[in-house]
């Protein structure tokens, strides 16, 4: 008897579905018996990834690993953090270690690892939700690491501002709640990138400045960071302030199309939002506000000191 047909269609569907993996405790609670098991390993139909867990032979993808991940974590594992960041397509780059969360205690095996946790899971193999995913990963970052992560989740349209601030209110001993709050209220306001964010805080509101449209679309084609409507000027935060190729044209063909509705623009980078940098920058933004009519004073900070206005 050929080894492809020791197997019910069924138990071929469910290889299918989680990506060429299986367990030997599926198989034989299937009905296959363990000389049938032997007969699928020896004649190469079947090969072991790990002692239980059995693949359709070659290297495993991601999603293999993923799905042995489940079958070891046991009922109601879960994959977590960067895992079930990737999946959720939160990140670009597969990890090298699976994360699960599995209910009952599990040793750890080279490639996996396991977290005594008791999380909802969501698609098939099942991860924690982009919400769940996302604080637990904001958890003991720092903050434009955590303002990186949690602009992208929301800008990508994977979860929403409340939704974030829901899932983080039910969860009282995240280490840094409260940065991830003013996080998520800055995000709120279209600060959607570290950036963005630090010129939010330490340009705008450390000056006393007006407060700018975010996300605005001054021009039909084009999306800025920040524009002062009244005083038609626009800040665009860049972090690599010399782009080429197509993104240089981008900037430049935005920039034209801005300059023809009479809009003047302003580019910035990091070393524009940081340190004594930011209160140059305020000065800078509060001369061309006044230039174009702003009436009110810009406010010094602690850190002006060092940069006379």
Known sequence: MRARTLLSPSLADLISTQ???IGRAQLLAAGTHSKAIERLLAEG?????????????????????????I?????????????????????????????VYAPQKRADRSGWRFIR????????PARTTVEVTTIDLCDGLDEDESAALLANAISSRKTTQQRLREELQRRPRV??????????VDAGSGAHSPLERRYLIHVERAHGLPVAVRQAQSHSKHRSDAWYEDFGLLVELDSKLHHSG????????????????????????????????????????????????????????ARCRSVPW
Not at 71 to 92: C, I, K, N, Q, R
Not at 179 to 184: A, D, K, N, P, V
Request: glycine share 12%; proline share 4%; charged share 20%.
């Open 246 to 301: 197509g993104a240089a044209f981008r900037d430049m063909s935005r920039d034209n199309d801005h300059a023809l509705l009479g809009l003047t623009t302003l580019r910035l980078g990091w070393a524009h939002v940081t340190g004594s940098g930011a209160c140059e920058t305020a000065r800078l933004v509060a001369r061309a506000l006044m230039q174009r009519g702003w009436q009110g004073t810009p406010e010094a900070c």
């Open 45 to 69: 139909f079947l090969s072991i990834l790990v002692p239980g867990i059995y693949t359709r032979g070659g290297d495993p993808p991601f999603l293999a690993r993923a799905w042995a991940g």
């Open 175 to 184: 280490a840094n709640r409260q940065l991830l709050r003013e996080i998520l």
């Open 19 to 21: 990506a060429g993996v």
């Open 71 to 99: 079958l070891l974590g046991g009922d109601h594992a879960v994959l977590a953090l960067e895992s079930a960041a990737f999946l959720h397509g939160l990140a670009h780059a597969e990890p090298d270690l699976i994360t």
């Open 117 to 124: 946790r008791t999380a909802k899971g969501r698609g098939e």
